[in-house]
């Protein structure tokens, strides 16, 4: 969503990935939006795994290779474990998730901080755009986005240390002219929130919904494309919900008789 938002205005985007095969479907989805876009830019792949500080420099290095300058750095890489509270595992549920989650953010925005940087000023710095979640603020881990019986418990936690790790980078590169930046997305159509979809139905996330409806591309792509803007520029250290209301709509768990 980002990416296509960011290649449709005209910008010279780069994602990442560990599968090369989803990253070809990723290029070719936005090349065919570019066709309709009025001044669009283009998008390239490098694959990576930022799972590790080693994944992270050589996702790095690769791009040095390529570009001296980086205008917008988006930290989008996040995954997620489902288990029983009893028996939640170690390596997976709590060391990948946090070093996906959190870990990256710091390797990668540390490791391209110079290219940030590099003629920056305060009226048009480099941006640093740390994808978190409504899982930061909201302490519930069972639900329909897990199976019964299960609870993702690694993942609020994870979330919430991005917005704090946010605004820790917000206070070291601010003197440096880059603004740093948190979007909370709620409920949006991806890969991580497909099980919750197709088992609890649209019907059952819609219902908590002030708006009537989920996120959409272009809430994503319109609020990253603000946080690149000269619009934000005297923006940083933000925490931005993008839910459309929905925190202040909880529907109450099913009580139980005394």
């Known amino acids: 969503m980002i990416a296509s938002g960011f290649a449709q205005n005209g910008a010279k985007v780069y994602i990442a990935s560990r599968k090369e095969s989803q990253l070809k479907e990723a290029v070719a989805e936005i090349d065919e939006c570019l066709k309709h876009a009025a001044t669009p830019g283009s ?12 994944g992270c420099d050589s996702l790095i290095d690769e791009f040095k290779k ?6 917008v750095l988006v930290n989008n890489s996040g995954i997620t474990w489902g288990g029983p509270y009893e028996n939640f595992p170690e390596e997976k549920g709590w060391d990948n998730v946090f070093n996906v989650n959190v870990k990256s953010i710091f390797y990668m ?11 920056s000023h305060n009226r048009d710095p480099g941006r ?40 820790q980078l917000a206070l070291k590169l601010a003197p440096r002219h880059v603004t740093v930046n948190a979007i909370l997305p ?24 002030p708006t009537g409806r989920y996120g959409a ?6 609020m990253a494309l603000f946080l690149a803007s ?8 933000a925490h931005i919900i993008l839910d459309g209301g929905a925190r202040y709509n909880v529907r109450p768990e099913p009580s139980t008789p005394a």
């Open 43 to 54: 998008v390239t792949y490098i694959v990576a795994n930022v799972g590790s500080k080693a």
């Open 186 to 209: 709620g409920v949006f159509p991806s890969k991580m929130t497909l099980f919750g979809l197709q088992t609890a139905g649209d019907a059952a996330f819609i219902a908590n919904q």
């Open 217 to 222: 591309t272009e809430d994503m792509a319109g």
């Open 66 to 71: 390529r570009e001296s300058k980086l205008h």
């Open 128 to 167: 640093v755009i740390n994808i978190s979640s409504t899982a930061s603020v909201d302490p519930r881990s069972e639900g329909a986005l897990s199976r019964p019986g299960n609870g993702t418990w690694s993942y609020q936690p994870s979330k919430a240390a991005v917005n704090h790790l946010t605004s």
């Open 109 to 119: 925005t540390a490791g391209l901080t110079e290219l940030l940087c590099k003629n």
């Open 230 to 237: 000269p619009a934000s520029a005297h923006v940083t250290g």
